[in-house]
């Protein structure tokens, strides 16, 4: 492979340099002599190539890590949960994190232990390979694929196509950053597709007198700092095309994208300075004629959410989607639904972006029973409202880059919530605890970004607000209100403003339609009449 980007070192950052001189993959030759020294042993260069292993440091930098396990379309079996749970129990002291892209995170692994922890990921089929780093990321898909009544095609096969492709592939483990794919057949957009860097999403085009379903594509879409709604493409894929569009599509921002300031190398830079039509010529050099777009089926945004008892397309069998409290669990809990999996279904276990749990393939007259047993008094499909939508990353508990917690105090907000409000249409809270967006505070109704206040000159950590986001027909991010709120001052600031919307929205409004309409002034006078003037003053 021909390093274009490496004619010209003067241009690349210090992590391109590393790159260079070693391949992020090569890491894994490396961990079985990491794993007899230790942790002291990990060099500074060799520790963040840990990435492409899966493996993220801990904050407090005391030997242990983060690991992050693909789920490729969110589906796995009662067989590697149950794996997963060995694995948070004997080595994560029994915690398991389901994250916003459907995979599974552990925490306090130790270096030494990693053998035996891939050996058991790679015996049932799984593996925590290249789940971070600057290559593709895990493959998210519908977690309904195979069973979903709303889904134009069965995009599962399609997902593991591409999932194989780039897994341990070399020609593009070394891109300028991450890089997120998103394919589903699903119509209520479950993957947030104007947020990922490629995704394909329903569509339909008559070919030579037949309608022909496949995808339409979108690209450049993330998070972070600087967020960007993906750009779409005038192009229409067949199934059997997806994968040539992947690989065109991430060998141009191989080849193409920015390797200089690092905050500056997302696939969203390049699109934005390109525009829609050139990467579109680009991506037609390398992966031939496609046809122009057809006709669009993608019906809104469900956000991913899957609560309740529901019937799937199979005649006679249910999925039902439970709520996981900030997609927090422990081992035991993820064990026994390995059990009720094969109780009560076919061991089918599906992972939410939303950061839930669906168990699939249950016979109707088995579903009384499933939601009798212990496990669903927690896990419940019925959660109550604002815990049943409300998303976070880890926080400062684990992450580098956090300033504040926000698994706990996440769970207290929305608790205080549902106890001090009733509501009948549902407001999504998410809560990062940097500007990076890891909880996508950016695409909440409700987004809560860390940050840190004084009062009485003394460091608090506080919250912003952020109102108004939504994907699907209409996308747009979240706006900052003014003010940084104590956290201890947070959950009444959030009730307030709910309690404005509920008392003035016209009847179904949602809550983002709500926004729109009644704009950003709104809103900010009501968060200064709650913190008054002076709090204001000293927060902001």
Known sequence: MQRIWAQDT??????????????????????????QQGFKAINEEDLDLMKWAGLYSHKSADGHFMMRVKIPGGIMSSTQARTLAGISQDFGRGLVDITTR??????????????????????????????????????????????????????????????????????FSNLPRKYKIS??????????????????????????????????????????????????????????????????STTIFRDHGYRGLRSHNRLKFLVADWGPEKFKEELLKLAGPLANRGE????GWNAGYFYGVHQQKQPGLCYVGLSVPLGRMDAAELD???????????????????????????????????????LLQRLTPFA????????????????????????????????????????????????????????QHQIADIGLQGSVTKIDGKRTDAFEILIGGWLGNTPGFATKLIGRIPDDNIAPAIAHLVNFYLNSRAEGEEFNQFVRRVGMEAFQEKLNQFLGTDKLQQMA
Do not use: M
Not at 22 to 30: R, S, Y
Not at 191 to 199: G, K, L, S, Y
Not at 229 to 246: S, T
Not at 342 to 349: A, P
């Open 10 to 35: 003067s241009n690349l950052n210090k992590h391109e340099l590393i790159k260079l001189k070693k391949d992020g993959l090569d890491i894994l030759d490396d961990l079985n002599n990491y794993s």
């Open 102 to 171: 459907q995979a599974i995170q552990f925490h306090w692994l130790t270096v030494e232990n990693t053998p035996e922890i891939y050996k058991r990921l790679t015996d049932v089929g799984l593996s925590s390979v290249e789940a971070c780093g600057d290559c593709p990321r895990t493959v998210v898909g519908n977690p309904l694929h195979g069973i979903d009544p709303n889904e134009v095609l069965d995009a599962s096969q399609l997902v593991q196509q591409v999932y194989n492709f780039f897994q341990n592939n070399r020609e």
């Open 183 to 248: 394919i589903s057949g699903n119509q209520f957009n479950v993957n947030h597709a104007e947020i990922n860097d490629i995704a394909f999403t329903p569509a339909v085009k008559e070919i030579a007198g037949n309608k022909v379903k496949g995808f339409h594509v979108k690209v450049g879409g993330g998070l972070s700092t600087k967020p960007h709604l993906a750009q779409i493409l005038d192009i229409f894929v067949r199934p059997e095309e997806v994968l040539k569009v992947a690989v065109a």
């Open 296 to 299: 669009d089926l993608s019906k």
């Open 336 to 374: 026994e639904l390995a059990r009720l999996a094969e109780k009560y279904g076919d061991g089918s276990i599906r992972t939410c972006n939303s950061q839930n749990i669906i168990i699939a393939n249950v016979p109707k007259a088995q579903v009384p029973s499933l939601l009798a047993e212990k």
């Open 384 to 439: 109550k409202t604002f815990l049943a939508h409300a998303v976070s990353c880890p926080g400062n508990q684990f992450c580098n880059k956090a300033v504040v917690e926000t698994k706990e105090r996440l769970r207290s907000i929305a608790e205080y919530l549902d106890q001090h409000i009733e509501i009948d249409i549902p407001i999504r809270i998410n809560a990062s605890g940097c500007p990076n967006s890891c909880g």
